[in-house]
């Protein structure tokens, strides 16, 4: 019989893919893989081995390098971030939008947008105000009607002086003259008021004249002669009061003076030769001519707007002149002979001043007359500070 060999059935080998053709591949990781022959079976699984560790370790360089990538691109932006959005990569120049910003709101960019364009008008009127030329009031003086008198000496006539309104017009402002008012008028009423000057005007001068009425300062005309404006007080009286409550500033001229000090409660010599045995001549026929030295009591304004000088001559046309100090007036100045007050000041605003004598006539009167620019010009500084 014949004998039929038993075959031990045997498994069957995977049978591996065919190889790819090599290509070139730069690098130590990839060992011999790129040189194996293809078909080898011993050098296809050495070259497959080492073909996954060369692609892990591929994978880690490529991971690696992508992981830098983007630690450096975070850090980039980082930078940009904290140095107001710009970078100095690609991008550099890039600003990142404010309304990607945290907190941007719009009603905030529409409060910003307001404001720019309320400031933009704010300092164009400001502009405007600082550069508009200052107006400076001036009270009037009145002529009253003569009894029985003839054409304009039987009318009331208001007027200034000349060198009053030069003087001020010499620092380039524009000079008003303010009538009294008439509400009460039969003729010609009006509803205008003093207050309506002061506050269309810049400030206001109290030019010099008649004598103040004893009545001012409760006291009685110790001679008929004596007796002065009492028209004249209450008007200049209620000018004055309407411009301080304005906030705008008041110079007095010799009359001025004496009424700025009545207004706060002082009283008056009503002729300092009789009133006053020690006194010099303050007064006499000489009129602008007529003059002596004051002098400026330390630690006064006026020693430092005349910063330097201790003293200086000035004209002297008065016989009437502060005897009680009014209330928070300070004294600025003083005759160095006799020690009559000569200039007064009020404490509690910015500019409230009087001079006693006449500082329009000085540039005429010569070089060694007192420079009384200073004066003035701090008078208008303070009428221009006022506007704002």
């Known amino acids: ?211 103040v009425s004893p009545q001012s300062y409760a006291e009685a005309a110790t001679r008929p002669e004596w007796h002065g404006d009492r028209v004249r007080d209450m008007y200049e009286l209620e000018l004055l009061h309407e411009f301080i409550e304005s906030g705008k500033p008041v110079l007095g001229v010799c009359r001025g003076c004496q009424l700025i000090n009545v207004a706060f409660g002082g009283t008056l010599y009503q002729d300092i030769a009789t009133d006053v045995e020690t006194a010099i001549e303050h007064v006499n026929e000489l009129y602008d001519q007529h003059r002596h030295v004051i002098q400026f009591p330390p630690g006064s304004s006026m020693s430092g707007m005349f910063a330097g000088q201790r003293e200086g001559l000035v004209n002297s046309i008065h016989h009437q002149a502060v005897r009680t100090v009014g209330r928070d007036l300070s004294v600025e100045a003083v005759s160095a002979d006799d020690g009559i007050i000569e200039a007064v000041r009020y404490k509690k605003a910015p500019f409230v001043m009087g001079v006693q004598w006449h500082p329009e006539f000085h540039r005429a009167g010569g070089p060694e007359l007192l420079d009384c620019t200073p004066v003035l010009d701090n008078f208008l500084r303070a009428a221009r500070d006022t506007r704002f």
């Open 1 to 211: 019989m014949p004998v039929t060999q038993q075959t031990t059935p045997q498994t069957a080998q995977p049978v591996a893919p065919p190889a790819p053709q090599p290509v070139p591949l730069a690098g130590p990781a990839m060992g011999n893989f790129a040189s194996a022959p293809v078909g080898d079976p011993a050098s296809v699984a050495t070259g497959a081995a080492a073909g996954a560790a060369a692609g892990a370790n591929a994978g880690a360089a490529a991971g690696a390098n992508a992981g830098a990538a983007a630690g450096a691109a975070a850090a980039t932006a980082a930078a940009a971030a904290a140095t107001g959005g710009t970078s100095s990569g690609p991008s550099a120049g890039y600003e990142r939008p404010s309304y990607l910003n945290d907190g941007y709101s719009a009603w905030g960019a529409i409060g910003r947008r307001v404001m720019t364009r309320a400031q933009a008008i704010f300092d164009r009127a400001g502009k405007r105000m600082s550069q508009r030329t200052l107006k400076i009031g001036v009270s009037a003086r009145i002529f009253h009607p003569e009894p029985e008198g003839k054409g304009l000496r039987g009318k009331t006539l208001q007027y200034l002086e000349e060198s009053i309104a030069h003087w001020v017009m010499s620092r380039d402002v524009l000079v008003f003259m303010i009538p009294t008012v008439g509400q009460q008028g039969m003729i010609h009423p009006s509803n205008i008021r003093l207050r309506d000057y002061a506050k269309h005007l810049d400030g206001l001068l109290l030019q010099g004249g008649a004598d």
